[in-house]
Every structure is written in C-alpha cells, then in structure tokens.
C-alpha cells in the first residue's frame, strides 16, 4: 500500500499530469479516496517554490544560449504576454484569476504553469502560493468527484441483484418461497 502512496505521490509532482492524473490513478488503484487526495495536493505542492523561485531565472540565464536560447525565449515572451493579457482582464482579481486558472483541470493548466505565470506577472510569493494552493485544492475536489463517480463501477450484484453464473429461477423460486 506504501507503494501505490508514493507513486500517487510522484505523478503528482510530474508537470501537466500533476493532481488531475494522481487522483484518477489513486482511484483506479482502490486507495482511499482522502488519504489519497491529501497526498496528492502534498506532491502537487512541493516543486511550487522551487518553480516560483528558480524557473524565471533559469529561463532567462538559458534566452541567449546557442541551443535552448530561442525556445527559453518563446517561453518567457509568452509568458509575459499571456501575464499582461491576464493582468489587463483580471485587474485587481488577480488572485482569484489565478486560483481559477489551476483550479479548472484542462491540459496546459496547473500548479506548474500557475506558479511560473505567478513569477513572470512579479506577485508576491504568499499570495501566488495561496491562489496556486486553492487552485491546486478546486481541481482535487472536481478530479476527485468525476474519477470516483466514472471509476468506481458498480458490480453485477449491484446492478442486476444477480452474480453472472446464477440463474434469475433460483432468485424468483426463493421469493416464491417467502
């Protein structure tokens, strides 16, 4: 069981697959669903200091290197392109822009892309962690609730009050004899 807490806890430090992936896996997997859930927002959270701190520096130490310099620079002009975009829609909302851009589980957004987003618009580090952890807490909650309700399939038995092999004359003789 240990195995499978440290796995959910891994793919959930994995960038664009992050919580949204470890919780369904955490289901499919049969863990419990809170441990896991808590487990996973832990792995989502821990590279966000790292990114936040250390991402912008490294992707402007790497803008002029022969290289990685023209990606490293697309990825610092988009960024602050899309910064200044979001900036200019969200005015003072900002946290709250930032909470719903990781919150809502679609590919491309998440704990890694919120913080680096964080970094280049210059927020303070408090305020990006806290929006980047509500955010990465929303999409728990709705990956939590969408695998468990789709991955947790109900039996035969369920279903039908029937195991596969057993026939309906067995079950209808039985209420006969009630």
């Not at 679609?106 to 962690?129: C, I, Q």
């Amino acid at each position: 069981m240990l195995k499978k807490y440290l796995m959910i806890f891994l793919v959930s430090m994995v960038p664009l697959i992050e919580l949204r992936g470890a919780v369904p896996i955490a289901v499919g997997m049969n863990l419990p669903l809170l441990p896991s859930y808590i487990i996973c927002i832990l792995g989502n959270m821990l590279p966000v200091p790292i990114i936040f701190f250390f991402a912008r520096k490294v992707l402007e130490w790497g803008a002029d290197k022969p290289v990685i310099g023209k990606f490293f620079t697309f990825c610092l002009e988009k960024g602050h392109k899309g910064g200044q975009k979001l900036q200019e829609k969200a005015g003072r909302g900002l946290f709250v822009a930032l909470l719903l851009f990781v919150g809502i589980p679609l590919p491309g957004t998440g704990a890694w892309t919120g913080t680096l987003a964080a970094s280049l618009l210059d927020m303070d580090f408090k305020s990006s962690v806290i929006a980047v952890m509500c955010g990465v807490v929303l999409a728990g909650v709705i990956m939590g609730s969408v695998s468990y309700q789709h991955l947790t399939l109900p039996t035969n038995r369920e279903v039908y009050g029937r195991v596969e092999g057993e026939s309906l004359k067995k079950k209808e003789t039985s209420r006969i004899q009630r």
